[in-house]
DNA sequence: CACAAGGCTTATGTATACAGAACCACTGCC
DNA sequence: GGCAGTGGTTCTGTATACATAAGCCTTGTG
């Protein structure tokens, strides 16, 4: 692996996971010390973060982290809304059935996985990360499927904020459920339903369990 | 400005403007040389470019030009109508009436730049540039503006492929002007409806004049 | 005491030198 | 004659040294 690939994904995590706090400045000879590379490659990956939009160059002044307020959450949401609903729409359309039948039956069994802890739950994670991923696949559409990617690593930053209890993951579960089972039935207009349900049902548990400083 | 921001504009609008053909690999002493100057920043301006997809990086071989093929462009546009769409009927909702209501007045005029020839016409381009720019701040949801930008980076591209005639110019002048009108009359389904016209009679135009090679 | 100007410090931006890896061609062997 | 191995060449990836510019602190003056 490269030093650069090495690097961003270090910083990338470390800004994810909140370990990096919003507006904390990344001086490129205090992070190439830290990381144990040279300046080069960590230009490289700062290039990379700031054209995902986890940080921003700050006019001459190093680059520093991003800030997501309530707003940019309703933004973000807003835009995931649009494209997400189209992805479930077109996959519904051009997907194949068993491959999202197999992903609805899995996510119906999701509950156990949630209730038995943490090393089980992060097989749910990976469940979901297989429905996303068979959607990408089933839309036949790399641009749409290139901006759904941009916006995921934003949504994980935000999801972090939010308390992930048992009882919203099951609601989850079911209604990830529900959009597999629209696909898989052909139905593009239910689909994109099951998807805009999730998502206003996703943010609104967001922005309930957010804990302002 | 600093020389990877002039390496970057020089690619990108070679690339762009199909100077640089789909293929064509950017070796980076080659490419530093032509531009004059050193392979850093040269590099900085090939990791942006191919962010952006206008390059990727060919296994350890240098970067490429992307290559965009018809099932491209109707991908593209694809993504573009979900975007483009649920802008306008944001502007609609959430703009102010009396910018469109003036940018509708200007379009409606639009015609005599068109058919005065080549310096009027890029007053024409200007204007429709000033329309996007409306719709970007009327929406109020910067992520989405961001995608929206990264995706006309590649629809120029598309464009250069079609012959722009008058006749087909003065049309599009009149279906802009018919979503600024919707806009500026605050209806977000017809705003959403003129732009779903106006991509499909683009995309039309650009497959019906686009000579295969 | 406040404001401005100048120098110093430290940051980024750039260039270049070096190392490692991959591809291509050539040669030797089967 | 074909295939495989080896050597060379040339590329990218990395490190470091240097220049330039921007900020801040200090000092002097009004």
């Known amino acids: 692996m490269r030093a650069s690939d090495k690097a961003y994904a270090a910083l990338r995590d470390d800004i994810i996971e909140w370990r990096l706090a919003p507006g904390t400045v990344l001086a490129e000879v205090e992070?190439?010390?830290?990381?144990?590379?040279s300046r080069t490659p960590l230009r490289e990956a700062l290039s990379r973060l700031t054209a995902e939009g986890l940080t921003t160059t700050?006019?001459?002044?190093?680059?520093?982290?991003?800030?997501?307020?309530?707003?940019?959450i309703d933004e973000l949401f807003e835009l995931r809304e649009t494209l997400e609903g189209k992805a479930a729409a077109l996959a519904a359309e051009r997907g194949d059935a068993a491959t999202f039948e197999q992903l609805r039956s899995e996510l119906c069994?999701?509950?156990?996985?949630?209730s038995a802890g943490d090393p089980?739950?992060?097989?749910?994670?990976?469940l979901v990360g297989r429905l996303d991923a068979a959607i990408d696949a089933a839309i036949h559409n790399s641009y749409l499927a290139q901006a759904m990617r941009s916006l995921r690593v934003h949504l994980v930053r935000v999801r972090?904020?939010?308390?992930?209890?048992?009882?919203?993951l099951t609601a989850a579960a079911a209604e990830h459920a529900a959009i597999a089972e629209a696909i898989a039935a052909g139905n593009p207009r239910l689909a994109e339903a099951a998807t805009t349900l999730h998502l206003h049902r996703s943010l609104s548990h967001v922005k309930a369990t957010h804990t302002p400083q």
Chains 1, 2 share one sequence.
């Open 109 to 114: 069994q999701a509950p156990s996985l949630i």
């Open 160 to 168: 972090r904020l939010a308390a992930d209890d048992a009882e919203r």
């Open 120 to 126: 089980a739950r992060h097989d749910y994670y990976g």
């Open 58 to 72: 700050a006019g001459g002044r190093g680059v520093v982290v991003t800030d997501i307020s309530l707003e940019d």
């Open 31 to 37: 992070q190439s010390e830290r990381l144990g590379i």
